[in-house]
């Protein structure tokens, strides 16, 4: 190792160490016990085997990773809709009004994501604001149930990662160089082509960050379903959740954990991929 | 009559003007980047924006191409107010200096783009980027993404997209700028060339005298916002309306004096008869219009500080009591009899000098 190696290699040991430590030692910990025998009373006995994994596979199961992957589809499909032109509005704002916009578009995010979600169970209930709302403006009919249902989890886990997806985007949008645009509209494209044609093909590696983002969390989250699907909707990080703290079966909590791993570490390598095919050179001259 | 007004009688006006630039103004708040700026662009010339940096020449340009709004002023092009028009809708098409090529899209995709939005037929597109890529000398890289080019390689693709129109008006800003000099004086003749092929009218932006010297057919100065001069290369040189241009355009010597009232302009050591009004002011005298004499003769005397190579021709530095610094330019086979130290003198033509009066207090 030549001397500077070795400065930024010491440089970066403390956060190595930490990353091992208390993510990967555990981590590994627990999806070597993918391959071991529950012990009865939870825990684990050590003898190898592969059923719970093959296990992890069987329809009944598969058919919880589908859901979860339907709504964690469906949770991106609507972030993306709703950050993107918020972020190119963002982006097009005066430069000194971008900091203040931003700011704001990620405020809700300091508040403790436990107490964001449950301010949506305050706001969707039977009795809720929005149901008081209605009654207000003249409603008569029977009070509805928006909560515990499928598109309540799918608008907790939006609204949770919007700010995520607003900064992908306008990150993404604000380094594109705006002669490009002016380079459209000299060459005949009007607003609506020009944003076809060149302003969203290079935002897209933006939009794939921020969606993968989406996805990943949405489809390994326990903590909305649980509030807002009022356990009506397992998600895999709720099976997960059981298996290790309900059903005590540790050694099947651990082989669904890791199909889940790999499903998303395959997602963050295509994306990781993807941006860097786009690469730098959508940035504005220096 | 100043020089300015001067210059805008001489121009004919038998020729029709493809584009006219009316007193145009840009200001950016309290900075005013264009300053009443009038121009007439000819039909199929090629025009070059001249000035230092800083000096409202892309603004000028961005005007033209609708990216800016005149803050005063007019533009017509073929005798019609163009101002109201987007960029999208004026027939005019500008190569950026940064060359803006559209970074997810092949070559050929680039140069195609233009033709898309005016929706022609498919098979038209194809045929007219293909002829197009063959005369740029494209078409080995029509596949190629921008990333994957040399400098030279984008500046022809941003060329052949602005040019795949076929605009009234081709607006280049510095369009050459960003390549090294041996590429950038090939290019230069190359650049020529296509314009004759094509027969477009081009209005190139500069900040490099000596590019625009070479290529342009008429140039015009600009310094801070503000037009000085328009003529053509040989005017510019031989007759810059006042002491800018003629320090701007060409290697120029400036010697301090004073005219007096005989007309005659004296200097410590030098008297060159000039019939003026009396006044003091600068004796403007380009290299090749100062003559070294053998020997301490009946000129004005000097001593060479050194002799600079310039291929056929030397440029001597010289240092006298009226300047501190001549240039004179000698041929090369008379340079070896000069070296540093030697005690020269030196003759001024009067008929190749200019003078340029101090301004009034
Ligand atoms: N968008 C803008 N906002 C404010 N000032 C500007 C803007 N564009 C140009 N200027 C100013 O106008 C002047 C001319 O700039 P420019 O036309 O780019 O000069 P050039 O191309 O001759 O170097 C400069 O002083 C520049 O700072
Ligand atoms: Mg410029």
Redesign the interface.
Known sequence: MSPPDMKSGLLVTPAVAWLVIFMLAPCLLVLSYAFLERGTWGGVEYTLTLENIARAFDPLYARVFLTSARIAALATLFAVLLAYPAAYAIARAPRRWQPVLLFFAVLPFWSNYLIRTYAWIVLLNREGLVNNLLKALGYRGEPLSMLYSEPAVILGLVYNYLPFVILAIYSALSRL?P??I?????????AL?TFW??TL??SLPGVAAGGVFVFVLSIGNFVTPALLGGGRFQMIGNLVYDQFLAANDWPFGAALGMVLIAIMTALLLVQARLAAR??G??AR?A | MNARERAAAAAPPTHPAVLRIETVSKAFGAVTAVDRVSLDIRPNEFFALLGPSGCGKTTLLRMLAGFETPTGGRILLDGQDISPLPPERRPLNLMFQSYALFPHMSVRANLAYGLEMERRPRAEITRRVDELLATTGLSALADRRPDQLSGGQKQRVALARALIKRPKVLLLDEPLGALDKKLREQMQLELKRLQHEVGITFVMVTHDQEEALVMADRMAILRDGRLLQCGTPQEVYETPVDRFVADFIGVMNFIEGAVDPGGVFRAPGLDVPLARPAGTGALAVRPEAVEVLAGPAAGMPGTVLDVAYHGLDRVLHVRTEAAPLLRVRVAARHAAEWRAGDAVSLRIEPAHCLFFPDPAP
């Open positions: 160089n002669e490009l002016e380079a459209s509209h000299d060459l005949g494209g009007g082509r044609r060149v093909p290079l786009a690469g050179d959508t001259p």
